[in-house]
């Protein structure tokens, strides 16, 4: 049976094909009438009716392809960047490309023989703009960025969320809590969002002249952080009462590092996360964190690439952030 064609449709619904394809391409607002309108979307349900994309695409030399660049799959907020993404562009018949790089926040190699050939944009998440440079081909695709840092000039948008800000809650809670002697995991790896929740402790604490903050770097496995953790918490000097942790799997390994030294969380030392991760509730006690609009972050990246892409000026305000307090965080002990 041969596949319908619009002419089919638009004979089916008795209108011109240039109604069917305003109506198709949800042009028809102010163009034709609702009543047409739903006729032509009741005769291509009829008919079976499916749009000639790749022969649309050609005409319009686009593909309505999106890349998603990001620097691992271990870590579900990437996976729920990825859902957020895909939501809008399947809303603009868009598709989106998942890439886990290789090398991490490192150099990204191009994963079709052109990207320029396949894509319409590159959306990357928690990296930064130069890593980009085999896939874009120079400057030729337009770059939106995610969590990244907003004054690289290679990017067309940015989309981040306020981590300057959750690091501030955190730091709140604990100080409120009572404590004043602090460790910080540091994820050991050299970004900006790893930056910005350094600097951000360290300027909540100047509100405690007496709390003390000793960083100490940790890989982002729970095993390398719970070796971190151990570290810090064995060496000279009084031992911190709450730990800050720059995400969820580096807290999930200071928690077993404690644990390992036969302390209790939160009895002789707090613990707290980044991220807001499934893996925050899976771990005993529950972690208090920061939680990251994951998906929000995806929505918005994929509405700037479109915004870019129709020569309009995408949002740049950072979104909000929230702090979660469960059972991973307590007053000192006395």
């Not at 392809?65 to 957020?84: C, E, I, K, Q, S």
């Not at 191009?110 to 050939?117: C, E, G, Q, Y």
């Not at 790896?189 to 929740?197: A, E």
């Not at 077993?256 to 036969?262: E, S, T």
Request: proline share 7%.
């Amino acid at each position: 049976m041969a596949r319908p064609t619009s002419k089919d449709v638009a004979r089916t619904a008795g209108v011109s094909q240039a109604a069917v394809s305003l109506v198709l391409g949800d042009k028809w607002r102010g163009r034709v009438s609702e009543t047409t309108a739903e006729r032509v979307r009741e005769a291509a349900r009829d008919l079976g009716y499916r749009p000639n994309l790749a022969a649309r695409n050609l005409r319009l030399g686009s593909t309505r392809t999106a890349l998603l660049v990001v620097p691992a799959l271990t870590n579900d907020f990437f996976a729920r960047v990825y859902t957020g993404a895909a939501r809008i562009a399947a809303a603009h018949d868009f598709g989106v490309v998942l890439y886990p790089s290789p090398d991490g926040i490192g150099p990204a190699k191009d994963p079709f023989a052109s990207a320029r050939s396949a894509l319409d944009g590159v959306i990357a998440s928690s990296m930064a703009a130069g890593a980009l440079a085999d896939i874009r081909g120079g400057a030729d695709l337009p770059l939106v960025m995610l969590d990244s840092d907003p004054a690289d000039p290679a990017a067309a948008a940015h989309v981040n969320v306020d981590l300057a800000d959750g690091m501030r809650q955190m730091t709140t809670h604990l100080l409120e809590l009572g404590h004043r002697r602090f460790l910080h995991l540091a994820a050991a790896v050299d970004s900006w969002t790893f930056s910005v929740r350094a600097d951000a402790i360290a300027q909540a604490l100047r509100s405690a002249p007496d709390a003390t903050l000793h960083t100490e770097p940790a890989p982002l496995s729970v095993h390398g952080a719970r070796a971190a953790a151990e570290r810090a918490l064995t060496g000279p000097g009084p031992r911190p009462t709450a730990v800050i942790c720059d995400d969820d799997i580096i807290a999930a390994g200071a928690c077993k590092g404690v644990r390992r030294l036969g302390l209790r969380i939160p009895e002789d030392i707090s613990v707290a996360g980044f991220d807001d991760l499934a893996l925050s509730t899976a771990v005993d006690p529950e972690l208090t964190t920061i939680r990251l609009p994951a998906e929000q972050v995806g929505e918005r990246g994929m509405q700037a690439l479109l915004h870019v892409l129709e020569g309009k000026e995408p949002e740049n305000d950072a979104l909000p952030v929230e702090l979660v307090v469960r059972d991973s965080t307590a007053p000192p002990a006395a």
